[in-house]
Nanobody
């Protein structure tokens, strides 16, 4: 059974950092592009970042460029989202998802397998 599990969420003050991880079980993560998405209360799920199968290509939403960094370690079957300079508007449930390609649009419709999400709250 294909399963993705996110971890690393929590409460952080504005300007702080968090490191989210996405781990796979039941399949080889290296066969898929991986995307990170987030959904705040009352809002639609939006794409944050994605990385292609090899890790050689990445894309970011304008709202997180320069602050978030996505990376992957296929040997460990994990993908990481390093989030720095966090803002209150980054507060959301964050999801990782697996799909065929990492397009610049980072669209939820390009991803087939989803994790359950991890809560990130940025507040003083």
């Amino acid at each position: 059974q294909l399963q993705l599990v996110e971890s690393g969420g929590g409460l952080v003050q504005p300007g702080g950092s968090l490191r989210l991880s996405c781990a796979a079980s039941g399949f080889t993560l290296g066969y898929y592009a991986i995307g990170w998405f987030r959904q705040a209360p009352g809002k639609e799920r939006e794409g944050v970042s994605c990385i292609n199968k090899s890790g050689g290509s990445t894309n970011y939403a304008d709202s997180v460029k320069g602050r978030f960094t996505i990376s992957r370690d296929n040997a460990k079957n994990t993908v990481t989202l390093q989030m720095n300079s966090l803002k209150p508007e980054d507060t959301a449930v964050y999801y990782c998802a697996a799909g065929a390609y990492c397009f610049s649009s980072v669209s939820r419709w390009d991803y087939d397998y989803w994790g359950q999400g991890t809560q990130v709250t940025v507040s003083s």
